[in-house]
Every structure is written in structure tokens, then in C-alpha cells.
């Protein structure tokens, strides 16, 4: 901790891992300052507020927050029920931000843009740590400068989607065409009915986001006529997708898994493996899709809409003046890429982690929540609880407490290696470099894959 004592805290991001940040500072007594560029807390929740999530209501709460909020009189909601991501805010990170504690502390509208060191571009060494930070925070009233002695990122992930081309860049017309193509997880069956209602869509992606997307278009095909979709996926083995059924210690998100696997066996929608999208093209006011497969160049459609399942990445941007030590192809924090990495894992092995791993060569700069994994689709919220918890520890000095991790996640019963053909018949409970665990204590928010006809789906891979 640098000797700026009379300076706050900053987190940025007052979702559900920002806001259980705020908590765990304040009860090791330290000042905060919480920023959040949308309008309300949990903006980005807000977004796929339909989405039920995969975990009850026991495993979304942080624990520090839930003691704080049940002093004044919170009751639990039924902790084997399944909220949505709307219930979530509503019934819990609404009343947890105006609880008196943290409502002073809390600012709307309060884009952080850059963050640097007072007087000190990325370059300079000499005093470096001894220099608060100095964060440019942009709202409705214009932009100012604020400092602080310590600073949390959980700003999240959400609102920078993969784009849809295969490359990593946007596909060739994708910007121009932008008004036809969705990205995360659109209302299919509320809000946006009408855009899809009648047309053919086409879905990008091979996680459960993509799954839920497509199966609420196959329930609203039912309604609906001439409603249809396509499925295009860059691989060929689906495993990661239709999951480990009933070997998935999280059952809702087994059952997604299983029930996209129907719809695909069943025909119900068009499949195409192996397809890289290079290009989209306007025919006729409709959409071709162009990709590369092991075939040549193949063209898809033409269809009405698309929706882009792709996941996200994290926006660098706004720390581009701050030493970071990032994993080279993650972008995530480095210490962890080796642990996450979707090349090598695919469930609930990663190890616990704290402040150690989730600092920087900037002192005192920390990265947690999904942003902490970049583009890795296998977070778990309640692994940002205890980043946070660890991180506040560290900042009060109590490095015992920080060090003290304590976290257990959940097998999905099907491990992925290069090179292998694991099923969920075949993946043991264990697979994933240990046995299985005797509780799952997790709520996902990392693909945020969802059900939205009465049944839970957050899943393993976006988040607020």
C-alpha cells in the first residue's frame, strides 16, 4: 500500500463482484470510492436480465455482503430457487447498494476512461509506487481527474464482444451491417420477438450463449411461422457445448447441453462444423455468410439476422499507461492463463487464487471478476468473491486472510484436452485433476448461458 492512506479504494464496475469488493474494503475499514459507467448499478446484468441462471439463489450472494445486508433486515430469498438475472439485481444488488454503508460510496454515470500514476506516464521508475493513481472519470458534466491509493478492476468484459469474423477481426462487412447483427444474448422470446419472429437467423458460436439462443428460436419457430435458424460453430467437436448431462454437478446446465444436442440430432436447425465466417455480403436485402472450411470457401444462407455467440474480451484501453503483466493470448491476468486456458480446460479445475495472482508490476492495481480471465470462457462468480475477499485483505495488510483461500468449484463432467475426444458418457467425476467436490458453491456468470421457459441456464463462458 503506498503512503496516500487518506485517499480511497477505487473499484470500477458496481456489478456483483465490484459491489462484494466495496463490501469486503469496508469492513477491513478501508475508504472506497465505486464507479459505474452505466446509469444504475449492474448495467451490464440488466442486459441479459431474462437469462435464469444456472445456480440457486444460495450460491449468488457473496457471503460478506449477505451478513451486512440481513443487519438490516434482508431476508434471503428461497435459496434452492433459480433467479434471473433481473431477480438478482432487484432482490439483491439493489438493496446491497443502498444499504447507508455503501450508498455514499457508490457513483452512476461514472465512466473510468484512463487510468495512470499522478505525473507519471508507464515509462517512469523512479518514485513510481509512491505516486497515487490517477483515474479519468467521464459523466454527463464533463470529465474530471480523481486519485486513489489503490485501484480494483472489476469493469468486466460484457460490453466488448469477440467480433463475428473468425480472425479475430471483424469479418469483412460485418461493421456494415452492424444494424442486422446481435451480439450476447438477445430476448429472442420477449423484447426482441418481433426482429426474429418469421425470419431465418443465423447463430455463431459454440458455447452455451449460442445453445440458449437457438433454442429459444426453435420455441419461438413453434409460435411462429416461417421462423428459422442455422447453427455455424469454428469446430467440429461440440463436447464443450452439450456438456456432461447428467455427470454436470450443475444440472441446469447439463440439461441446456443435452437439449441443444436434440435440436442439432433432430434437425431442427441447419448445423455447419468447421466454418470460419471471413465475410458477410448483402444479396437482395438479405444476408450471405461466407466462411472457410476444410472444403474451400462456403456460402450460408440467405438469412435475416445474426446473432454472434462469440464471446468477449476484455477493453485494455483505459489501462494502457499502468504496468500490466498480461497473458499473451488470454489477455488475461498472467498468472492465470496457464490455469484457464480453454485450450487445455474446460471445467472446475482451476486452482484458488488471490491477490498474489492477481496483481501487477503496478502496486497496488488488481484485476479480478471475468476480467481477470480476459477471454477465457470459464469463470465462475463466486471465484470473483474470493478474489475480492483475498484483495481487500491484502490491501489492509492482512496477509495471513489474503493468503487463506478457500473456494471449491464444480466438475461439469466432460474435460477437454488437445487431442481428445472426451464425452460426457465417458468423463469421470474427477477429471478435471482431482476429485470431485462435495459441494458446488458456485452462481456463473462467465457465458452467461441461460434458459429463459422456466428453467436455469447461466453457464461457464460471460459476465457482468
Not at 13 to 18: C, K, S
Not at 39 to 56: E, K, Y
Not at 157 to 164: E, G, I, K
Not at 319 to 342: F, H, M, N, Q, Y
Amino acid at each position: 500500500m503506498n503512503k496516500h492512506n487518506d485517499l480511497p479504494v477505487a473499484v470500477i464496475g458496481a456489478g456483483p463482484v465490484g459491489l462484494a469488493a466495496a463490501v469486503h474494503l469496508l469492513r477491513q475499514g478501508l475508504p472506497v470510492k465505486l464507479y459505474e459507467a452505466g446509469g444504475d448499478i449492474a448495467t451490464n446484468l440488466r442486459d441479459w436480465g431474462h437469462v435464469r441462471i444456472f445456480t440457486p439463489w444460495r450460491y449468488c450472494v457473496d457471503r460478506a455482503a449477505r451478513e451486512l445486508l440481513e443487519e438490516h433486515a434482508w431476508n434471503m430469498p428461497d435459496p434452492e430457487a433459480f433467479p434471473t438475472a433481473n431477480e438478482l439485481v432487484d432482490l439483491y444488488l439493489e438493496p446491497l447498494a443502498k444499504l447507508p454503508e455503501l450508498a455514499p460510496v457508490i457513483e452512476t454515470g461514472a465512466r473510468i476512461v484512463g487510468i495512470s500514476r499522478w505525473g507519471a506516464d508507464k515509462v517512469r521508475s523512479r518514485g513510481r509506487e509512491a505516486r497515487p493513481f490517477m483515474l479519468v472519470v467521464e459523466t454527463a458534466n464533463g470529465t474530471r481527474r480523481e486519485g486513489a491509493r489503490a485501484v480494483i478492476d472489476a469493469s468486466g468484459t460484457w460490453q466488448s464482444p469477440n467480433p463475428l469474423g473468425a480472425g479475430g477481426l471483424a469479418a469483412e462487412g460485418e461493421m456494415e451491417f452492424a444494424d442486422r447483427i446481435a451480439y450476447g444474448i438477445p430476448d429472442i422470446l420477449g423484447r426482441d420477438r418481433s426482429v426474429y419472429a418469421g425470419r431465418t437467423t443465423l447463430v455463431a458460436g459454440s458455447g452455451h450463449s449460442a445453445a440458449n439462443a437457438l433454442l429459444d428460436l426453435a420455441r419461438l419457430a413453434d409460435a411462429e411461422p416461417g421462423t428459422a435458424s442455422i447453427w455455424t460453430a469454428r469446430g467440429t467437436d461440440l463436447v464443450r457445448i452439450y456438456g456432461g448431462g447428467d455427470a454436470d454437478q450443475l444440472p441446469a446446465r447439463g440439461e441446456l447441453g443435452a437439449d441443444a444436442r436434440e435440436l442439432a440430432e433432430s434437425g431442427r436447425v441447419t448445423l455447419v462444423t468447421g466454418f470460419a465466417t471471413v465475410a458477410i455480403r448483402d444479396e437482395g436485402g438479405r444476408l450471405i455468410v461466407e466462411g472457410e472450411t476444410e472444403d474451400g470457401l462456403r456460402r450460408i444462407g440467405p438469412v435475416d439476422r445474426i446473432i454472434a455467440a462469440t464471446g468477449q474480451r476484455p477493453d485494455l484501453t483505459l489501462t494502457r499507461e499502468l504496468r500490466l503483466d498480461l497473458d499473451p493470448w488470454l489477455e488475461s491476468v498472467k498468472a492465470l492463463g496457464p490455469l484457464i486456458d480453454p485450450n487445455e480446460h474446460s471445467c472446475g479445475d482451476v486452482p484458488p487464487h488471490g491477490h498474489r495472482e492477481l496483481s501487477h508490476p503496478e502496486a497496488d492495481f488488481y484485476t479480478v471478476g471475468i476480467k481477470s480471465y480476459g477471454r477465457a470462457p470459464t469463470f465462475l462468480l463466486l471465484t470473483g468473491y474470493e478474489q475480492v475477499r483475498s484483495v481487500a485483505a491484502a490491501l489492509a495488510g492482512d496477509t495471513a486472510s489474503a493468503d487463506a483461500m478457500r473456494l471449491v468449484l464444480p466438475e461439469t463432467g466432460v474435460c477437454v484436452v488437445p487431442g481428445s475426444l472426451a464425452s460426457a458418457e465417458s468423463a469421470s467425476d474427477g477429471c478435471c485433476g482431482g476429485p470431485a467436490p462435495q459441494e458446488v458453491d458456485a452462481c456463473c456468470v462467465a457465458d452467461v448461458e441461460a434458459k429463459t421457459a422456466g428453467k436455469s441456464g447461466c453457464g461457464c463462458g460471460v459476465a457482468a
